[in-house]
């Protein structure tokens, strides 16, 4: 058993993943801020406007497809690895938004 140990702790893969890992926290807790100040944007909009910023709509629908595949590298549900190292996701779901 602690030959299989010694040789995962030798295995590239886990040292790389673990980094990988180490900066994806990073970007989510980044991510995170990022979308309460969307949140907080898109109300003083909805209230001086009356209306949503459509382009800000699609951002954030995309800025949350982008933290899913965050939290789905992260708790190893993906091998993927999320964007810089793959494709931006694009808007997935259209059917989900507020029609203010």
Not at 27 to 51: M, P, R
Request: net charge positive.
């Amino acid at each position: 058993m602690e030959e299989e140990i010694k040789q995962r702790l030798q295995n590239k893969y886990f040292w790389q993943r673990g980094l990988y890992i180490l900066f994806f926290i990073f970007i989510y807790g980044l991510s995170n801020s990022l979308i309460i100040a969307i949140v907080l944007f898109q109300y003083v909009t909805l209230i001086v406007t009356g209306k949503t910023n459509p382009l800000l709509l699609g951002f954030s629908q995309n800025l949350s497809a982008y933290i899913h595949q965050i939290i789905s590298f992260l708790s190893f549900n993906a091998d993927l690895r999320p964007f810089p190292f793959s494709a931006w996701p694009q808007e997935a779901d259209s059917n989900s938004k507020c029609n203010l």
